[in-house]
């Protein structure tokens, strides 16, 4: 081989070694500090009037979910803001903790600035998003890898929590209680 063939070809090397280095070193950042979440619309948006000048095929209204019922003693229940005061861990490493619950969005993941903090190996650091939409606690998934999941179903859209319904974020199960 020729000195000119060798040093392209150790050049080539430094260049696919810098960037196998970069890739793992965005690969943590995006693991340590999580990716930009999603935002609901506002709910009182789907009662906005529109403009005068807008044409009615041009202006859309969010669609809330439809909520999801759960038959209990005294009908159907949802979980609305004067009903829910707590987190309950029922299994998982924090199982029996218990965590008041404001009118505030609450993030759930490994990450310290999570309002739920689970560290395991299957929560994402923003793994997901307890939320309050209207008079309505909404779960929405925050991309994470393995899922969350709510009353036995996956959560790929915001859906609405049930009362006492189990919510399942990496190996820790947890409810929504009065």
Known sequence: MNSLTLLLLQIGFLVLLWFFVFAVVYSLRADLFG???RKLPEPTAAAAAPAASASPAAVTAPVAPAPVARPSAGGIEKATRDAVTRIVITSGPKAGLEVPIGSEPVTIGRSSESGLVIRDDYTSSH????????????????????GTWHDGERVTTPV???????????????ELRK
């Open 35 to 37: 990716v930009k979440a």
């Open 127 to 146: 793994h997901a998003r307890l939320l309050l939409w209207g008079e309505q606690w909404m779960i929405q998934d925050l991309d994470s890898t393995n």
């Open 160 to 174: 609405p929590v049930i009362l006492g319904a189990t919510i399942k974020v990496g190996a820790t199960t947890f």
